[in-house]
């Protein structure tokens, strides 16, 4: 098995205490579970990475309908969120998440199957996969929603998804965030937004050049989606939105303990 296709000792180590334990039956009826949820979880990081129907997982995995229906009931319980939570507020004990600078931006991916959440844009069907990440790139925070409306609508979603304990203190966007009632509404959080204004603008300006600099780091949260090319996140097979977003926190997760 390619090391790419499995949890090493120590990835599982700081997973393990985070995913509920698997079911025991005590009376007589159906079977007890017989492979560990570590085999299982190596099964899903195989979609995941690969992008693969279940029903094509290889033999050296748990059965498909085993890797799926006890990825579902992780899903159901929200287990991948908080992985994706521990993971990063661990991480900003130990003053590895540095809040003082963060960026964000969305990225289209295109949903297949009739998908639910999904909108209909100038490039297809598709779900928009929304991300805040900090001063290093690191993610923060994704809200995935359709991609028909505007990004600016889901800013405050996806700062109600930040899995840190502290609050971004600036927030650095592209021209699409350019918006004074965004601008109002963030700092009324205690944020300052930062992006550059829109070539049509006809309200005075509100940045200058000096905060203007951080925008010259967005490049950071570009470097995350590419690190981000797991197969299951680029197209979305999964009817089932619930589904989708624990694919891309289990990819967020990976990033997380590299």
């Known amino acids: 098995m390619s090391r790419y ?18 079911r ?3 009376d007589r009826r159906g079977r007890p579970e017989v492979h560990d949820d570590r085999a299982v979880m190596n099964g899903v990081l195989w979609v995941l990475r690969t992008g693969a129907a279940w029903a094509d997982l290889p033999d050296r995995f748990p059965s498909p309908s085993t890797c799926f229906l006890r990825f579902s009931r992780w899903v159901k ?17 130990r003053g590895g998440i540095d809040l003082t600078e963060c960026f964000l931006d969305g990225t289209f991916t295109v949903a297949k199957k009739g998908a639910s959440k999904f909108g209909k844009t100038k490039r297809g069907k598709g779900t928009k996969l929304m ?17 028909s409306p505007h990004e ?3 800013v405050e ?3 109600a998804e930040t899995v840190t304990v502290g609050r971004p203190q600036r927030i650095v966007g592209d021209r699409a965030y350019d918006s004074d009632p965004l601008d109002q509404q963030l700092a009324a959080h205690g944020i ?4 550059p204004h829109r070539k049509n603008r006809v309200r005075p300006a509100t940045q200058d050049g000096r905060a203007l600099r951080r925008y010259r780091r967005r490049w950071k949260i570009e470097r995350l989606f590419a690190w981000m090319k797991y197969k299951r996140t680029l197209t979305r097979w999964d009817r089932c939105h619930e589904r989708f977003t624990a694919f891309v926190h289990l990819a967020f997760s990976m990033i997380l303990m590299r």
């Open 5 to 22: 296709e499995r949890l090493t000792d120590e990835q599982w180590a700081i997973l393990s205490p985070l995913i509920p334990p698997s």
């Open 24 to 26: 025991v039956r005590t």
């Open 77 to 93: 319980a929200g287990v991948l969120r908080k992985i994706l939570e521990a993971l990063a507020r661990d991480l900003e004990a």
């Open 131 to 147: 991300v805040i990440a900090d001063a290093s790139g690191l993610p923060l925070a994704v809200h995935t929603a359709s991609a």
């Open 152 to 154: 600016v609508t889901h």
């Open 157 to 159: 979603a996806k700062l």
């Open 192 to 195: 300052e937004l930062i992006a």
